[in-house]
């Protein structure tokens, strides 16, 4: 039996995560940073019979992550298997994006798997075995969009971060995997774009229409999303097989993508990229104060 610690287990990818797992009887600890939000999970899992632990962890604290850990590893035993998924999305002006929204990004997004993957590799080391699956995004190996240069920060350092700590780590028996999901219908997914609609900068600043249309856009691409179970089904595969590489896309879109950008310039893809954009959100807004169209 193998035990697994999964984090963001409220929904999306982390939820049909811990079922993935549990289906298979491994002991999974599907942590939720509020047990309120961790209704849908129990029960799905009381629907199929499956057992599994949800532990309380907050991932952007330090206390949190260690009495967590800690207490599962006192009441059942080291973590084989760690699968850094919980992360939030922000999009906004770089200008203009209040700090504590973009601090917030880094402190989940990145602080948060290092502090689960130090929490946990003490005891892989020494044992001389374990698996982190570090659940990134296609938006850490694509160019940035417009208003989305922060949450591509935060995922383009955690697999900087992933690669790194593969090298460091490889020597004592330990495996790192970063995944990069393209669109799958979490609630990441949909909060993005619901994110940016309420997000937009208020009033009549220089971003707020350019920002209003890229949520248009985002609503659009959600709608099209994948099933969450076939990104669960790659972090299962992911911690099982030892021959999955270090930066491995998740889903038809996220390969075409990785495929479509190999050789292109920031300034060759940016033209496609807004003519694909307003093929759905509409023509992008110009800025205010811009001289009219002849």
């Given amino acids: 039996m193998t035990a697994v610690l999964i984090t963001g287990c409220s929904s999306g990818i982390g939820?049909?995560?811990?079922?993935?797992?549990?289906?298979?009887?491994?002991?999974?600890?599907?942590?939720?940073?509020?047990?309120?939000?961790?209704?849908?999970?129990?029960?799905?899992?009381?629907?199929?019979?499956?057992?599994?632990?949800?532990?309380?962890?907050?991932?952007?604290?330090?206390?949190?992550?260690?009495?967590a850990v800690t207490a599962v590893t006192d009441r059942h035993g080291p973590v084989d298997v760690l699968v850094n998924n919980a992360g939030i999305d922000h999009t906004g002006p770089a200008e203009t994006m209040p700090l504590d929204q973009a601090r917030t990004l880094m402190e989940t997004n990145f602080w948060g798997p290092l502090r689960m993957a130090r929490a946990v590799l003490p005891r892989m080391r020494a044992r001389g075995t374990g698996v982190i699956v570090n659940v990134s995004s296609l938006a850490g190996r694509t160019f940035a969009v417009p208003h989305g240069g922060f949450y591509a920060a935060s995922k383009a350092a955690l697999g900087a971060l992933s690669e790194a700590l593969y090298a460091e780590v490889r020597p004592f028996g330990v495996r790192v995997v970063c995944l990069e999901p393209g669109s799958f219908a979490s609630a990441i997914q949909r909060g993005s774009a619901a994110g940016a609609a309420a997000g937009r900068p208020s009033g009549s600043g220089p971003y707020t229409e350019d920002h209003a249309w890229l949520a248009r856009f985002l609503t659009h691409v959600a709608e099209g999303a994948a099933d969450c179970a076939e990104a669960a089904q790659a972090v299962v595969a992911a911690a099982d097989d030892a021959g999955t590489p270090l930066h491995t896309p998740v889903g038809k879109d996220a390969e075409a993508a990785l495929r479509f950008l190999a050789g292109v310039s920031y300034e060759q893809w940016l033209p496609r990229f807004l003519e694909q954009a307003e093929s759905l959100a509409g023509p992008r807004p110009a800025p205010p104060g811009a001289p009219a169209a002849e």
């Fill in 15 to 67: 939820l049909e995560t811990a079922l993935a797992f549990a289906r298979r009887g491994d002991r999974v600890h599907a942590c939720v940073r509020e047990p309120a939000r961790a209704e849908e999970l129990l029960r799905r899992a009381r629907a199929e019979d499956l057992t599994l632990d949800v532990p309380r962890l907050d991932v952007t604290d330090d206390a949190s992550v260690t009495a």
